[in-house]
Each structure stands twice: as structure tokens, then as C-alpha cells.
């Protein structure tokens, strides 16, 4: 299994942009798809954004396309969140997910077997 660390998050103002880092080790990021994941106060964990093992696919949560992209570096063991235009709405904990050889980007928690310890994204209005 994978150890996944995030960082890059803080306060921001809206409108501003961020970009998470997550940093994987013990194991290469090439065989997993990452997702990230959020959850403010009070609300359940929910999916972000994902991408494939192979890079092929990805998939948004409806209120963050067009503001959000993942990718994914195999060469660094990293992946990332670059997030644009931020609102007061998109502050959360984010993580970072593992799931092995998904070919295709999945959104429920339990297709996931790794997880980083989250980093707080707040935005100001």
C-alpha cells in the first residue's frame, strides 16, 4: 500500500487559487487512480475530483468544473489539485484517495483504501 501526505492548503480570499499536493510513498503512483475528496464541518466526505491509474480518465463534481483540475505525476509519486476561483462554498479538509489499477474514476469513499490525513482550504469572502 501507498502513504499519502497533503499539502498546500490556507486562506484564501475568494476567487483566489490554490493547488493541493499529494505525496505518495512506499509504493509507486502508477498502478492507483487518486481522487480527492472534502468535508466541511458538520457534512459527510464527499468526492471532488478523480483521476485514472493511467491518467485516461477524469471526472469533476458538478460545482467545481471549470474551477478544478487534477493531475497526476508518476515520475514524481505526486499528484495535485489545482483549485481557480474559489468560493466561501469550497471550504473544506481536503484529501487525497488511492485506489490500485481503476482504469476508470469511481466517487464513494469505499472504493478507496489509502487516504492522506487532510489539509483546510478556507475561502473568505
Known amino acids: 500500500q501507498v502513504q499519502l501526505v497533503e499539502s498546500g492548503g490556507g486562506l484564501v480570499q475568494a476567487g483566489d487559487s490554490l493547488r493541493l499536493s499529494c505525496a505518495a510513498s512506499?509504493?509507486?503512483?502508477?498502478?492507483?487512480?487518486v481522487a480527492w475528496f472534502r468535508q466541511a464541518p458538520g457534512k459527510e466526505r464527499e468526492f471532488v475530483a478523480g483521476?485514472?491509474?493511467?491518467?485516461?480518465?477524469?471526472y469533476y463534481e458538478d460545482s467545481v468544473k471549470g474551477r478544478f483540475t487534477i493531475s497526476k505525476d508518476n515520475a514524481k509519486n505526486m499528484a495535485y489539485l489545482q483549485m481557480n476561483s474559489l468560493k466561501p462554498e469550497d471550504t473544506a479538509v481536503y484529501y487525497c484517495?488511492?485506489?490500485?489499477?481503476?482504469?476508470?474514476?469511481?466517487?464513494?469513499?469505499?472504493?478507496?483504501?489509502?487516504w492522506g490525513q487532510g489539509t483546510q482550504v478556507t475561502v473568505s469572502s
Open positions: 483521476i485514472s491509474w493511467n491518467g485516461g480518465s477524469t
Open positions: 512506499g509504493r509507486t503512483f502508477t498502478t492507483y487512480a
Open positions: 484517495a488511492a485506489q490500485r489499477w481503476a482504469a476508470t474514476v469511481t466517487t464513494m469513499t469505499q472504493d478507496y483504501g489509502q
